[in-house]
């Protein structure tokens, strides 16, 4: 009986342990996640606003709920850093950094900068939480296309 009860403690265990393993309910719902990243806008790079505006980073929300931004980064290799402020990205959407001026929306927000921020030949994309916490990376190392679905 001893040896029973061990093992059926041992059997829970293991089990209980299992569970704890599982992924999360928002794990399992999806994640928020860089998207694309257009990294040579169409054209001659002259600085120009639509030039720079058709640089940009997509950031895509595959969970069932809005989340907030607020704080989260996108930086290149060079740490050139944009910082969202408040802006709840609804569930199932995409947003879209944009290197220049514009004004924001629920789908486009701008950078302000008078300069691209990704290289034409290689660069990495990283979004992180407020807290630091990395979320992901996108890298590409190509001339050949302008654009990296990450």
Known sequence: ??????????????????????????????????????????????????????EYVQIRNTTGAGVNLRGWTVT????????????????????????GRGTNSAAHVYQNRAAYVWNNDRDTATLRKSNGTRVGACSYNSTRYDYKWC
């Open 1 to 54: 009986m001893l040896r029973r009860t061990r093992t059926y403690a041992a059997v829970t265990a293991a089990a209980a342990a299992g569970i704890l393993l599982l992924p999360s309910q928002a794990q399992a719902a999806g994640s928020v996640h860089l998207y694309k990243i257009y990294y040579d806008s169409p054209g001659t790079d002259n600085r120009s606003n639509t030039s720079l505006n058709a």
């Open 76 to 99: 290149d290799a060079s740490n050139h850093k944009y910082t969202f402020g408040n802006f709840v990205l609804g569930k199932g959407k995409i947003v879209t950094v944009h290197t």
